[in-house]
């Protein structure tokens, strides 16, 4: 079960990372695309999954490592970055700076959890 559990964790990661690099593609553009109702709905879905399995996964851990606790603290800064890149942002240049920092943040916490270190990429240097 736990495979299982760890395959639909990582599909949904990729889909919401790829699912946000999408809507920022269309938020520079100004496309309307972003006020359709999927694109308004579709990532809560995704996103729901994702933190689903993750709180699954957490479950085959004797205590929760340090790794994880990090990867929900990048998590937390990743969902504001993404807002304020997305909707919140009131210039295009603070917009296009949250984006940067959200698809930062999003590949530190993928090379958490692949790393297994809460210093993820930054273990590295």
Excluded: N
């Amino acid at each position: 079960m736990y495979l299982a559990i760890k395959h639909l964790h990582v599909t949904c990661v990729v889909l919401s990372g790829l699912g946000f690099l999408l809507r920022a593609g269309w938020m520079l553009s100004g496309s309307s695309r972003l006020q359709h109702r999927l694109t308004r709905v579709l990532p809560h879905v995704v996103d729901t999954v994702l933190l689903s399995t993750a709180i699954a996964l957490v479950t085959y851990y004797d205590g929760v490592p340090d790794w994880v606790w990090a990867k929900i603290a990048g998590l937390v800064a990743y969902v504001v970055l993404g807002t304020i890149a997305l909707k919140r942002g009131r210039t295009p240049a603070s917009r296009r700076l949250a984006l940067v920092a959200a698809v930062a943040t999003f590949g530190w916490i993928v090379s958490v959890a692949m790393s297994k270190s809460a210093a993820g990429f930054f273990g590295w240097m």
